[in-house]
Nanobody, 127 residues
């Protein structure tokens, strides 16, 4: 099993850039597809972006609209989500997650497909 820890949360103004990172320990990070989800107050957790095990296949939620970039560095056991021009609606706790080991397909967008979750990091975007 892999353990995940998010970092990079904080307070930014709308239009600024925000980057959240995910550090993995335990089993080989490169064996897992990775996803980013977020949960705003009073709302259900929703998919933001995902990347496959090798980093050459990505998937984004429609609301991202080209402003976010998901990436990973398997040599450093890290993943990241770069958010450009976030809006106040992006205020949420952001979670990284990994799918079951050895899945080599494109990233999932449903949370039930992810087996390992970090504790989340709070990101707040002010208007």
């Amino acid at each position: 099993q892999v353990q995940l820890v998010e970092s990079g949360g904080g307070l930014v103004q709308a239009g600024d850039s925000l980057r959240v990172s995910c550090a993995a320990t335990g089993r080989t990070f490169g064996n897992y597809a990775m996803g980013w989800f977020r949960q705003a107050p009073g709302k259900e957790r929703e998919f933001v972006a995902g990347v496959n095990w090798s980093g050459d296949s990505t998937k984004y939620a429609d609301f991202v609209r080209g402003r976010f970039t998901v990436s990973r560095d398997n040599t450093k056991n890290t993943g990241s989500l770069q958010m450009n021009s976030p809006r106040p609606a992006a205020t949420a706790v952001y979670y990284c997650a990994t799918a079951h080991a050895d899945y080599t397909g494109p990233p999932y967008s449903t949370s039930r497909r992810y087996a390992n979750w970090g504790q989340g990091t709070q990101d707040t975007v002010s208007s």
